[in-house]
Structure formats: C-alpha cells, structure tokens
C-alpha cells in the first residue's frame, strides 16, 4: 500500500501530528512512514515545530484555584455594586430634576438591569432605597422623602421581578 505519494503524505502529516484526521488516514499515514525515511524525517521536523504537540499539564494546587475564584467573585461583585451605585445615582438625579412621569420608566429600568447583573431580587431595591433616602438628604428635600425614595424602591423591585421573568424566558426557549 506504498503506492501513495509522500507528496500526498506530506499535505497530510499536520493533520496527523494536530491528530485531527480520521482513523483511515491515520492507518495510511503510519504504513506510509513505517517504509519511508523521507516522510520519517518531515514528520520529526513538524513534531519539533509544533509547540502543541507535547503536551503540558500544569497541575494548579487546589487552595490557589479557591483563592483565585474568591477573589474574582468579590471583584466582581464590587464592579456590581458600582454600577449599580451609579444607576441609583443617575435614577435619582433624573428624579429629583426631571418629571416624575420619567421615574416610572427610569426605575423597573434601573431594577431590571440590576437583577440580570447582580442576580438577587432584593439588592437593587435595597441599594436604590438606600440611595434615594440619602440622596434626599443631602440634596434638601425633606418632604416625602420617605415616599418618594419608598415608591423608588418599589419601581425598582419590579423592575427587578421583569429582569427575573425576562432571564426565566430567555432560560427556557435556551433549553
């Protein structure tokens, strides 16, 4: 069965050295190299040109594999927090400066986002409550702080809840 060409071989050796070619090429390509000292030499080269033909297992101690995810989590969670922080701040300029029709759209925004960020219903709304209570604070308005920043918060939750049904949805047609 050395009728085959090396030329043909050859075209074919990189597929054998990736091992991506099928079962019968393979059987062609180690008949073929078991007579030819040519195909044998080509094939010596592609191994030591192919940085992924070794392998390389690169053991990583079990402790530093948590503290990596450990730390990765609280990093994210803490660019979670900011965007957040940054949304409650945004709602609540647009709150106290822009028509309160706005509010009603701005908020389930706000609370839908977040819920697809951080993934806990009652974070957002706790965060905004927080905020708006704060932010009325500083800002002077005392009247109704109370509830406006509880109307804020209930906004946000549902938007949290559509964030929550929209992610179920989405879960399902995934499925």
């Not at 297992?57 to 979670?80: A, F, H, V």
């Not at 706000?110 to 709304?125: E, M, N």
């Amino acid at each position: 069965m050395n009728d085959i060409k090396c030329e043909i071989i050859q075209d074919l050796m990189q597929l054998y050295v990736d091992d991506l070619c099928s079962g019968e090429s393979c059987r062609l390509i180690e008949e073929h190299i078991g007579s030819c000292s040519e195909c044998q030499e080509f094939l010596k080269i592609l191994r030591e040109k192919d940085p992924l033909s070794d392998e390389v297992d690169i053991e990583i101690n079990s402790s530093i594999e948590g503290k990596l995810i450990k730390n990765i989590k609280k990093r994210m969670l803490l660019i979670e927090l900011i965007c957040l922080g940054l949304g409650a701040f945004g709602g609540l300029y647009t709150t106290l400066f822009i028509d309160q029709f706005k509010m009603v759209l701005i908020y389930p925004i706000i609370g839908c986002i977040g819920y697809l960020i951080v993934k806990r219903l009652w974070a957002t709304p706790v965060l905004i409550l927080g905020v708006s209570l704060v932010g009325c604070i500083f800002m002077g308005r005392f009247s109704g702080v109370i509830m406006l920043s509880l109307v804020n918060c209930f906004l946000t939750l549902v938007g949290c809840v559509i964030g929550y049904l929209l992610k179920k949805i989405f879960e399902k047609q995934g499925a």
